[in-house]
C-alpha cells in the first residue's frame, strides 16, 4: 500500500512569488492534514481538509491556503513568500471518524525561500 | 491551552541500554497520544498510537504508557540500538488538531 506522497520533494522560489505544494493521501484516507516545521519553532499545524471541505486552520495568515480535490488528494499554496516561510511542510491523512484513527506523515517537501 | 512538553531535549547512552522518554499535556481532554521519530532532513515515522481510553501500547522493543489524569506519557525503548538514533516527537491530539512537543533528540554510541 502506498503511503502519503508529498511532491516535490525540494522548492526553491524567490521572495514574493507563490509556491504549490502537493499531498497524495493513503488509499481510503478522506481527511488531509498540513504542517509547517521551521527551524527552532517546531512543528505548527497549518490546515485541516476533509471530504473537500476546510475543516480548520492554525493560526497562520490568510495567503497560506489551499484545497482537496474530490480524489481528497490536496494542495497548500504558500503566496507573496517571504523568508520565514522557509521550512518543511508536511503532510498528513487518515481517517478521522475511524475508531483508531491515527495520523500517517508524508516525507515533506523542503521549501526555501531566496 | 494545549501545551506539550518533552523531557529531555536531549539525550545520549551507549548502545544496549533501556531508556525513557517523558512526555507531559497541560490539558487532559485528549484524543489520542501518537508518538513519531524524525531522521534528520527528514518526515515523521509514526511509532505508537495510545487512544485516549488506553492506558499502553507495544511495540516491539517499544512501550509507550499514557496516564491522562497526570498529563504524562512515556516511551520506553528495550535495548537501544545505534539505528534508534533519531528525534523523538510527542503529539496530542486535541480535536483533530496535533500539539507537539519540541521533542527529545536520541544518541545512541556503538
Known amino acids: 500500500e502506498a503511503g502519503v506522497t508529498q511532491s516535490p520533494t525540494h522548492l526553491i522560489k524567490t521572495r514574493g512569488q507563490q509556491a504549490t505544494l502537493r499531498c497524495s493521501p493513503i488509499s481510503g484516507h478522506t481527511s488531509v492534514y498540513w504542517y509547517q516545521q521551521a527551524l527552532g519553532l517546531g512543528l505548527q499545524f497549518l490546515l485541516w481538509y476533509d471530504e473537500g471541505e476546510e475543516r480548520n486552520r492554525g493560526n497562520f495568515p490568510p495567503r497560506f491556503s489551499g484545497r482537496q480535490f474530490p480524489n481528497y488528494s490536496s494542495e497548500l499554496n504558500v503566496n507573496a513568500l517571504e523568508l520565514e516561510d522557509s521550512a518543511l511542510y508536511l503532510c498528513?491523512?487518515?481517517?478521522?471518524?475511524?475508531?483508531?484513527?491515527?495520523?500517517?506523515f508524508g516525507s515533506g517537501t523542503r521549501l526555501t525561500v531566496v | 491551552k494545549q501545551e506539550v512538553t518533552q523531557i529531555p531535549a536531549a539525550l545520549s547512552v551507549p548502545e544496549g541500554e533501556n531508556l525513557v522518554l517523558n512526555c507531559s499535556f497541560t490539558d487532559s481532554a485528549i484524543y489520542n497520544l501518537q508518538w513519531f521519530r524524525q531522521d534528520p532532513g527528514k518526515g515523521l515515522t509514526s511509532l505508537l498510537l495510545i487512544q485516549s481510553s488506553q492506558r499502553e501500547q507495544t511495540s516491539g522493543r517499544l512501550n509507550a504508557s499514557l496516564d491522562k489524569s497526570s498529563g504524562r506519557s512515556t516511551l520506553y525503548i528495550a535495548a537501544s540500538q545505534p539505528g534508534d538514533s533519531a528525534t523523538y516527537l510527542c503529539a496530542v491530539d486535541s480535536n483533530y488538531q496535533l500539539i507537539w512537543g519540541a521533542g527529545t533528540k536520541l544518541i545512541i554510541k556503538p
Open positions: 498528513a491523512s487518515n481517517v478521522p471518524t475511524a475508531a483508531n484513527y491515527g495520523y500517517t
